[in-house]
């Protein structure tokens, strides 16, 4: 069959390599892609947000299944314009990828259907928002309403602080119209876990926990972050706090987004904070995590076609998810300056060290080819070197090791990521 990929980024390179071990793959493309995913797929110039060129393309080409990588054409609509042109593809449709795109939307559904969560407010305008902070319990969370490249969530400890949060997502509009609503909530302490999981609309198969570092530096200290490294399974999801997401968290969500005519086909990514109450969600994602799913991915055993056409086809029950009893650690080589300004186009060396391995990946975000046919650096975060081990702290060792291999001006990473594996 043949399989066509819509993103750019590390996590749709870790779908690419997970696709090209399917048997039932012949030919895969990736639009556009990026110079990582050239060795597994052919890629397209086309744009994650020309819907119609990409769905005449996947009409031309006589693609089986489309799989959507990113968050920006699902809160689009783009799987609705594939299904309107007959075209299987597996991502939740618009009216169910709200459940990421609107924080105000998933607050309410949380609220409406007991689903644990923080306290929160909504606010359409900054003065309203600006009178509330006068009362709240400090320190406290201000999340612009829709989609801000994982950035448009500060935490605030002073009033003064929270103020001027608001000025930035309601009134400067950094985050851009993802600040025309914003969210107001109370603050969480706790571990926090994501929890991604396959879903048919009725169905969800959870799979392997993993823990993320958004900060930009060591000592969890920086700029908030798309992500700067990742580790699975996380030592602090439980057996307790799995049964308590189970019956609480993971199937009521399915359940309410049926409840609501939003029947969820996709993946459902759950950001959980681990309070002294319980487990609450704080945040839901409509596709897999980037950098979660390049730890999660490697770790599956399943053909990832069967269990997204199951999803497609409403027969996600047929499914036994498994998963190899190891782990994974996974750091992001950056440009420095990341995230707010840095240089491009440095050759990057190094790639040949993770041939032939099945224990060592190197999944590219930030690449692109130079007019000489180079690899070289093409954004914020760069490359994904992801290690597996017996346990975590194999997998840290080797992950460390494996990042030593790739050479590229202006290289920045963190040096600590899985530190909580040493305190678990």
Known sequence: MKVLIVGSGGREHAIAMAVAKSPKVDKIYCAPGNAGIAAQAECVPIAAMEFDKLADFAKEQGIDLTIIGMDDPLVGGIVDVFEE???RVFGPRKNAAILEGSKAFSKELMKKYNI??????????ADSALAYLETAKLPIVLKADGLALGKGVLICHTLEEA???????MQDKKFGT?????????????REVSVLSFVDGKTIKIM?????HKRALDGDQGLN????????PSPFYTKEVDEFCKKYIYQATVDAMAAEGRDFQGIIFFGLMLTEEGPKVLEYNARFGDPEAQVVLPRMKNDIIEVMEACVDGKLDTIDLQFEDNAAVCVVLASEGYPVSYKKGYPITGFEQ???RDDRFCYHAGTA???????????GRVLGITATGADLKEARANEYEATEWISFENKYMRHENGKAIDEG
Do not use: C, H, W
């Not at 644990?116 to 305008?125: C, I, K, Q």
């Not at 103020?163 to 997502?169: H, L, M």
């Open 354 to 356: 993770f041939d032939g």
């Open 208 to 212: 392997s926990s993993a823990q993320d």
């Open 116 to 125: 644990p969560t923080a306290g929160y407010e909504t606010f359409d305008d």
């Open 369 to 379: 080819f130079n007019d000489k046919g180079e690899i070289v650096t093409n954004g």
């Open 163 to 169: 103020k001027d949060g608001v000025k930035e997502i």
């Open 85 to 87: 042109r007959g075209l």
């Open 225 to 232: 972050t798309g992500g700067m490294g990742t580790f699975s």
């Open 178 to 190: 993802a600040g025309n609503r914003m969210v107001v909530e109370e603050f969480m302490t706790g």
